[in-house]
């Protein structure tokens, strides 16, 4: 409440005159064809920027060319072609789109919390293109979202990564075309509460954590080795097909990506150790609080080591994850792990320049190296940075343009570019940039927030059963 | 409660014996007490200077329409009249083909829940990852016949309104089972089905309870879990049929088999889809599956238009539309679909300059809202104007409503013609049955709706409809009760006695009101009472209906004379005198 009202106190300084709104308020009835930016343009060149490439340097006075949506030319002194559109950015900074490994926006289920393995079902199939949250990510800079299955079950759903193509209606326009294909897997307190305490299933412990992955695994390689068999014609009949197999298989495979929910050291040790013994190479950690301790390990997995994305300074919100420091972002990096921050809640993901910047604080970490932790290292954990991540030619124009450093706690973003198109404009979008609202609804729901009980938002659609004094009690987290 | 007799002896008193010779079960068709008083021992109707519309912008005016073993036998102006028809004198009433319903439960029966001791003996034991295939609402190996009943009361309610035949399929999840053509209308469960077995109906709904799949996305990846299956084991029966030697039997299960004739292409999977959402992600599976698809609900198509113009697949929208929420007094008198100031519009680009101005933020606000619902007003105008052929279905819509909703969409620029293809025409050839249904040709089968006027002005009333034949008469049954005569002439207590081929009943009638409206109660000769409903009185003639607690209703016409009144009750093709006096007047 007070920060809206300061905002709007802030514009009303600078902002429109009462009157012009009263004006427009008479005028004809407009279309909202700008929310959609049905024929933006995705030709620009964008001038005089202070640009901030991130694997190449920075480049003052630089200029970006951008054709059909992809990054033609970094340079000083280009020229814009005709037809292209031409941005002024002197006195600004130009960085990558900014690239968030772990949320969970734009979807409409998040847990498929009634398995200890649902790899069959996908967050990619339940695509909400109209929420709110897609924008609220593009006026802090991000381009691209991993959207990723809850972490209710040991081995979750299938994940996606979208582009935060704001204004397409149809949710196959957000898939980012030709992503590797990524998995959930979940460790510690969250499988065993909802499944161990909640149900009396297996897991109870995290020993049941990893029973529970190895033995699907084994099942994957049975099943793989079956259908092999078959195209062979070693067998005569392929096996009952099996969705959540065949994505297992893929992981077997190293067609899939597994991206998995941890926090303790030593189930970090444990999965690495599975996947060693089941020869997987492809593994990124998610929150990883107790990195810090296991860096080097975690640099020396398989060929490329294990990615780790991290919380900048979130922890202590329940008991696995006490043991926890600012500085693990920066003890990764320093010890040769690929890292990223991420910032998981919806609502959250807002202001990920200022997570990165806490790197400088608590680690002394550079400019590239706190930028790399929300763009080019989050890229290579989910396999895209041949196309996103850094400002480089032939690169997808995934851009986030700021009024001061992206680094500095006074920055303000003023527009981001998905594909060339702008898809946030701090000077020129209107106030409700909601898509879709409920031809049944009132105003309340139009200002509708940020709510704090989303914070839940990885054990999203679990029921649990938890046991108070009092009894037994079903508790549903929405 | 101990002993529940007591209380159905006092409910099921004198007044339900009495309602009971006059109300009939309501779905057995009765005769037409205007027409003449014939027994219904013919089947043989003549609808006489009609103004007939045979298909929509296809008018005889004035024909006669000939109703003979339920199909219709001559449509013209110069069809002569045989001898054992009862004749309808249709002259100022108008007949339509009967309007097809692309998709309801309409004469499903629902199981009666509760009772079912699976829900409490196992539940402990299904396990919420691995559910017994019916827990997840998979059970395409069900057939909506076995569901059926024509005393089921949406039947009703839908035929009242013009409904003749529909596309019913099954209530469920995700998979709830085979549909069937229904006539709405009929004696029995079989009379009722035109076709078997013309769809298998899906929609993506996660199972009832928290088992798999408990989200959209479970279901999704069931749906393709099923047809890949299905697909395989199709494929094992194919082989083992050709050479059964030396291979293990395949696999077989009804559930995998119910989708065979889907994978043939021959079954359309029916999806319900009304949200933007569900109708991209039903296209996209589709796409991905291959499956043949027919699609209703659609009340978001105005937001996946795009999407809807590339996919082959029949469509029916619904005939719900969204209602205005209710709003304080105040903020009422900003709705932009008011007409009282409609130079306010929503508009998109305002931005608030101060926290001063949240008012007129809010109100812009609201008027978004209202911007929004006109979208889903204009949606069938919408895909009028596309191109795209559609019907209508009235699952999600209230019959009550139907009417009025019609008449929204067309002033919404739907055009009448096209409202009355949706209606007729287009279901019949969308669902395959426009050799049977659909215009007033002879031939046809005679499902007929009877108005006295265009159906789409709000004050035509339907009179009669026939089903298979089967003529449903409403010509008595007027909406709301007229006062034109002076009230005081009727109000107060009456007695009166009618006579039956049981004996004489007595009772009284209690009138209230004034010349905005009558109301009362009929009290039966053991003190049980009815409201009286649609009392009209004009100077001369006091009629009104009482509901049997059985359902239906029977019409009470009375002349009053003075202080006294005769006259009839009528309803289900019976007829008793009724005779009275009035015991306490206003002014005594």
């Known amino acids: 409440m007070t920060d809206s009202i300061s905002a709007r106190l802030l514009r009303a300084v600078g902002g429109v005159p009462l009157a012009v709104v009263l004006a427009t308020l008479l005028a004809a009835p407009a279309t909202a064809q700008d929310r959609l930016r049905a024929d933006a343009p995705d030709d620009w060149l964008i001038q005089d920027a202070t640009v901030l490439t991130v694997t190449n340097g920075t480049i003052e006075n630089g200029d970006i060319l951008v054709r059909d949506g992809d990054i033609a030319r970094v340079g000083t002194d280009l020229s814009a072609p005709s037809g292209a559109e031409v941005y002024d950015a002197s006195g600004e900074y130009v960085m990558p789109g900014i690239i968030e490994a772990h949320q969970h926006i734009a979807i409409s289920n998040v847990n498929e919390a009634t398995n200890q393995v649902t790899a069959e079902v996908g967050v990619g199939d339940v695509l909400n293109p109209y929420d709110i949250g897609i924008y609220r990510a593009l006026a802090g800079g991000v381009t691209t979202v991993h959207v990723m299955h809850g972490s209710a079950n040991p081995i979750g759903g299938r994940n996606e990564t979208i582009k935060l193509r704001y204004g397409v209606t149809d949710p196959q326009g957000l898939k980012m075309e030709g992503a590797p294909r990524t998995v959930k897997f979940a460790l510690g307190e969250n499988p065993t509460r909802v499944y161990g305490q909640g149900r009396d299933q297996q897991p109870r412990t995290r020993m049941g954590v990893e029973q529970v992955i190895r033995e699907a695994l084994r099942k994957a390689e049975r099943y793989a080795e079956a259908k092999e068999a078959y195209e062979n014609g070693e067998r005569d009949r392929p096996p009952e097909h099996s969705e959540r197999m065949e994505v297992l298989a893929g992981v077997l495979s190293g067609d899939v990506i597994v991206q998995c929910h941890s926090y303790r050291a030593d189930e970090i040790l444990m999965l690495m150790r599975v996947f060693e013994d089941f020869g997987i190479q492809d593994l990124v950690f998610h929150h990883v609080n107790e990195g810090f301790k296991v860096a080097p390990e975690l640099a020396a997995f398989g060929d490329d080591g294990a990615g780790a994305s991290v919380f900048s300074d979130w922890w202590a919100y329940k008991f696995e994850v006490y043991y926890s420091t600012a500085y693990n972002a920066a003890v990764l990096t320093e010890n040769g792990v690929n890292a990223s921050i991420n910032t998981d809640i919806p609502g959250e993901q807002r202001d990920m320049y200022l997570q990165a910047a806490k790197t400088k604080r608590y680690g002394d970490l550079t400019d590239d190296e706190a930028l790399a932790l929300i763009t080019i290292n989050p890229a290579r954990q989910l396999g895209i940075d041949d196309r996103v991540g850094s400002i480089e030619e032939g690169k997808d124009a995934d851009l986030a343009i700021f009024d001061d450093h992206p680094l500095s706690v006074y920055t303000k973003p003023q527009r981001t570019y998905v594909d060339g198109v702008v898809r946030f404009d701090h000077e020129e979008d209107p106030d409700d940039m909601r898509l879709r609202v409920d031809p049944e609804g009132t105003v309340d729901l139009a200002r509708d927030g940020y709510d704090r009980d989303r914070r839940k938002s990885c054990l999203k659609g679990v029921t649990f059963l938890q046991a108070t004094e009092s009894g037994l009690t079903l508790q549903h987290s929405h | ?588």
């Open chain 2, 1 to 588: 409660m101990m002993d529940p007799l007591p209380d159905v002896r006092r409910t099921a008193g004198a007044l339900v014996c009495l309602l009971a010779f006059l109300a009939a079960p309501v779905a057995a068709p009765v005769a037409a007490q205007s027409v003449d008083d014939l027994p219904p021992v013919t089947d043989t109707y003549a609808l006489t200077d009609a103004r007939v519309i045979q298909a929509p912008g296809q008018v005889l005016d004035p024909a006669t329409v000939l109703v003979r073993d339920g199909l219709i036998e001559a449509v013209g102006t110069d069809v002569s009249v045989p001898y054992d028809a009862r004749e309808i004198d249709a002259d100022s009433l108008v007949v339509y083909a009967g309007f097809i319903d692309g998709l309801s439960h309409a004469g499903v029966q629902r199981p009666e829940s509760g009772s079912d001791d699976e829900e409490d003996g196992n539940e402990a034991e299904v396990d919420p990852g691995d559910p017994p295939t019916d827990r997840s609402g998979i059970q395409p190996d069900r057939s909506v016949r076995s569901f059926l009943a024509p005393d089921e009361k949406t039947l009703e309610a839908l035929r009242k309104i013009g409904f003749t035949t529909g596309h019913v399929v099954p209530e469920g999840r995700m998979l709830p089972g085979s549909g069937a053509i229904v006539q709405y209308g009929g004696a029995s469960a079989g009379d009722l089905v035109l076709e078997p077995k013309p769809s298998l109906f899906a929609q993506i709904q996660p199972a009832d309870g928290y088992v798999y799949p408990a989200t959209d996305m479970a279901v999704i990846a069931t749906m393709r879990q099923l047809f890949r299956e299905a697909a395989r084991r199709q494929n094992l029966q194919e082989a083992y049929r050709e050479n059964p030697d030396g291979r293990r039997r395949p696999p077989r299960d009804p559930v995998h088999s119910a989708l065979f004739p889907v994978l043939d292409g021959s079954l359309p999977m029916a999806f319900y889809a009304d949200d933007a959402l569900s109708i991209h992600r039903v296209l996209t599976l589709q796409r991905e599956l291959g499956f043949p698809l027919l699609l209703a609900g659609l009340a978001e198509s105005h937001a996946a238009l795009e999407s809807l113009e590339t996919a082959d697949a029949p469509l029916f929208l619904t005939l719900d539309l969204p209602e205005e929420p209710a709003r304080s007094a105040e903020s009422d008198t900003i709705a932009a679909d008011t007409t009282d100031r409609p130079s306010r519009f929503y508009d998109p680009d305002l931005r608030t300059a101060s926290y001063r101005d949240v008012s007129a933020e809010a109100e812009n606000l609201e008027l978004r809202h209202a911007a929004e619902r006109k979208k889903y007003l204009r949606t069938a105008a919408l895909l009028e104007e596309a191109d795209l052929p559609f019907g209508f279905t009235t699952r999600e819509a209230d019959a009550g409503d139907i009417r009025s909703h019609l008449r929204t969409m067309i002033e919404e620029g739907l055009s009448a013609e096209a409202a009355l293809a949706a209606l007729t025409t287009r279901p019949a050839s969308l669902l395959g049955l426009d050799r049977r249904l659909g215009t007033v040709e002879d031939g046809k089968i005679a499902n007929l709706v009877v108005t006295d006027g265009s159906y789409f002005d709000e004050d035509t009333s339907v009179r009669y409809v026939f089903v298979d034949g089967r003529l449903y008469d409403y010509a008595s049954e007027s909406e709301e009760g007229e006062v034109t005569g002076e009230a005081s002439a009727v109000v107060g207590t009456w007695s009166y006695t009618l006579e039956t081929s049981q004996g004489d009943f007595s009772g009284t009638i209690e009138i209230e009101g004034d010349a905005s409206g009558l109301s009362g109660t009929f009290v039966g000769p053991q003190g049980d009472e009815q409201d009286l409903q649609s009392v009209s009185w004009d100077g001369t003639t006091l009629s009104f209906s009482v509901d049997s607690p059985q359902g239906g209703s029977a019409t009470v016409s009375v002349t009053v004379e003075g202080e006294s009144f005769d006259g009839s009750v009528s309803g289900s093709g019976q007829s008793f005198s009724i005779s009275g006096e009035r015991t306490r007047s206003p002014d005594r």
